[in-house]
């Protein structure tokens, strides 16, 4: 399992630095190479809970700030991306605009929701 998500997640980075070498504009860049690294980020955190998991490297202060980095990361690559999107030609339509708000919004409160709950695990495991 470990081998099948390395070769995948390896292709995305392959894939996202290709982007990176062919890309001009500094919010491009920006974009990108925030989600390398959140890709890095999930990937350096789910093989240090693979390799020898337990409930103490879960609620860790560690992993709990390491995830709140990833999702962070992640979060502004959505927010750039958003604000760069609706001055485009491609949200000429309203709908565009109306649907790309709804999803930026559905991803502030996952980012919340998640970060409630990978605090209150930690809080739960002192």
């Known amino acids: 399992m470990v081998a099948s ?11 996202l630095a290709w982007e990176m070498a062919y890309t001009t504009t500094a919010g491009s860049m ?35 700030v390491s995830f709140t980095v990833i999702l962070t990361a992640g979060l502004i690559s959505g927010i750039i991306h958003y604000f760069r999107f609706i001055p485009s030609p491609e949200a000429f339509f309203p709908l565009s605009v109306v649907i790309a708000t709804m999803l930026l919004v559905a991803g502030v409160i996952a980012y919340l929701l998640a970060l409630g709950l990978i605090w209150s695990i930690g809080k739960a495991g002192k």
């Open 5 to 15: 998500i390395t070769l995948a997640l390896g292709a995305v980075i392959v894939r």
């Open 30 to 64: 920006v974009i990108i190479t925030l989600l390398m690294l959140a890709i890095l980020g999930v990937y350096a955190l789910f093989l240090h809970l693979v390799i020898k998991p337990s409930r103490e490297k879960m609620t860790s202060l560690p992993v709990r």
